[in-house]
């Protein structure tokens, strides 16, 4: 299956921690531009957090069925993170790649790596980091739905992202992007997408 025939516009691919907010760079990103932007639905083995809905922000599977679909080679990328799968369905991809807008995918560094080296989709990649370690811990502390367990798992996971991230740079990143202020960020992403992308859908 060809992703890439499908695709009318470059993928933003969005990468950092979590609890760095990404999540809520991308809904500003949507909501201010509802006609340039599609999301595309990461798969996940995961249970669903208290607010979400299975299809709009994740497709919440049994992993044992994850398992063989990756095996029939459906997913784009796929990774193992905090005890779950997380993964890209191609499917996922075309179905927003269709509409003719900027598919956007939130996925972890390994599978921005996937993706990347298989040169099965022509990107931009912009990796976000927290302002401090601390930072982090205290916005993912503050969500209230982590255990101490969760926590300190997500943590570890994070030092580990945005080590790999810094070693990988900008000789891979198009960009990368400090949420220190929320607003200052989300500027700095939209001229990525001028950029990297096309100017006319942040116009």
Request: proline share 3%; glycine share 8%; with cysteine.
């Amino acid at each position: 299956m060809s992703t890439t025939s499908a695709t009318r516009v470059k993928p933003l691919i969005i990468v950092g921690p979590s609890g760095v907010g990404k999540g809520t760079l991308i809904e500003k990103l949507k909501k201010n531009y509802p006609n340039s932007f599609g999301f595309s639905v990461s798969h996940t083995t995961r249970d669903p957090r208290p607010g979400e809905e299975n299809g709009v922000h994740y497709h919440f599977v049994e992993k044992s069925l994850m398992e063989q679909e990756i095996a029939d080679g459906k997913f784009l990328e796929h990774a193992n993170v905090h005890l779950n799968i997380y993964g890209t369905s191609f499917k996922a991809v075309d179905d927003v790649a269709s509409k003719g807008v900027c598919c956007i995918l939130d996925i972890d560094i390994q599978g921005a790596e996937i993706v990347k080296n298989s040169g099965k989709l022509d990107c931009a990649y912009v990796f976000i980091q927290p302002p401090s370690i601390s930072e982090l811990e205290r916005r993912l502390r503050g969500r209230g739905t982590e255990t101490e367990e969760a926590v300190t798992k997500r943590m570890q996971n994070a030092t580990k992202e945005i080590e790999r991230g810094e070693k990988l740079g900008s000789a891979f990143f198009d960009a990368i992007i400090v949420n220190d202020t929320l607003e200052v960020a989300y500027e700095k992403l939209k001229d990525v997408v001028a950029t990297r992308i096309s100017n006319e859908l942040v116009v």
